[in-house]
């Protein structure tokens, strides 16, 4: 299993970015997708999930009113579109998949995680 992510940067506070995650060696529609962050001397945070079909999304309180997660199955992708961004979500962020196809908040579940995407939003 193979995931890359995309789209990191350097932005200012205010701006929007799109990330993607391309999938590959899956059956990428039998997966649920999660994204999570990790900011410099923090724990790998939970952000975002959606199901297989992408009948269901999941994402988490702190950013529920800025990010939202998506999948296309037909390019094996999901994307984290994250609006009003702050510099406090500086840090790079994973994609990451569940052998089990299922999700979770904890990280410590997962089996497949990309290398990640630096975001970096300035004042």
């Known amino acids: 299993v193979l995931l890359v992510e995309s789209g990191g940067g350097l932005v200012q506070a205010g701006d929007s970015l799109r990330l993607s995650c391309a999938a590959s060696g899956l059956i990428f529609s039998s997966y649920a997708m999660t994204w999570f962050r990790q900011a410099p001397g923090k724990e790998r945070e939970f952000l975002a999930a959606?199901?297989?079909?992408?009948?269901?999304?999941y994402v988490d309180d702190p950013v529920k009113s800025r990010f939202t997660i998506s999948r296309d199955n037909a390019e094996n992708t999901v994307a984290l579109q994250m609006n009003n961004l702050e510099p406090e979500d500086t840090a790079v962020y994973y994609c990451?998949?569940?052998?089990?196809?299922?999700?979770?908040?904890?990280?410590?579940?997962?089996?497949?995680w990309g290398r990640g995407t630096q975001v970096t939003v300035s004042r």
């Open positions: 990451a998949a569940m052998s089990s196809g299922s999700w979770s908040t904890s990280q410590k579940l997962y089996d497949y």
């Open positions: 959606i199901t297989g079909s992408g009948g269901y999304t």
